[in-house]
C-alpha cells in the first residue's frame, strides 16, 4: 500500500509540475562560445532559463575560450600567446604549418602583447626572423601584417 501512495504523490507531483512549468519540449539555442546551433530540452513555461547556453562543457569552462576569457582575461592582461590565438589562426603564416607555432614579437619588445605585434611563425621560420636568412622572410610578414591590420 505504501508503494500505490508513493506512485500516486510521484504523479499528482509530475502533473501540478507540469500544469504550473508546461511540459518538456526541444528547443534550438546558440552556443555563446562557438556558435554551434544545437538543441536544449525544457519546459516550455520556463525558457529560455539561462542567458546564455554552452554547446559543451568545454566550451562552458574553458579558460581560454572566449566564453570566460574575454570577460576575466582581456588582451591587456592575457598571456601573449593566448593574446595571438585570439586574433591569429594557430599555423605559421609563412607555411601553415600548425603542430608547433611559437608567436614572435614583431617589434621586439616582449612586453607590447598587441595582437598586431604578434605574428605566428613555425620554429624554423621564427629562427630565419633571428638570422641572416631574414630577409627570406620578412616580405612576407609585413604583407601579412599589412593586410591583416591596415
Request: proline share 3%; aromatic share 10%.
Amino acid at each position: 500500500m505504501l508503494n500505490t501512495v508513493s506512485i500516486t504523490l510521484k504523479e499528482k507531483l509530475k502533473e501540478a509540475n507540469n500544469k504550473r512549468f508546461g511540459n518538456f519540449i526541444k528547443f534550438t539555442v546558440k552556443c555563446h562560445s562557438c556558435e554551434a546551433n544545437f538543441e536544449v530540452e525544457e519546459r516550455e513555461k520556463l525558457f529560455p532559463s539561462k542567458s546564455q547556453y554552452f554547446c559543451s562543457r568545454s566550451c562552458a569552462n574553458s579558460v581560454g575560450g572566449k566564453a570566460k576569457a574575454e570577460k576575466y582575461h582581456s588582451d591587456d592582461v592575457a598571456q601573449y600567446r593566448t593574446v595571438a590565438w585570439r586574433h591569429h589562426d594557430k599555423k605559421c603564416i609563412i607555411c601553415e604549418e600548425s603542430n608547433i607555432v611559437a608567436v614572435h614579437h614583431l617589434n621586439e619588445n616582449h612586453k607590447d602583447n598587441k595582437p598586431e605585434k604578434l605574428i605566428p611563425l613555425c620554429p624554423t621560420h621564427h629562427q630565419y626572423w633571428h638570422s641572416k636568412y631574414k630577409h627570406l622572410i620578412e616580405n612576407k610578414v609585413l604583407q601579412y601584417v599589412k593586410d591583416k591590420w591596415g
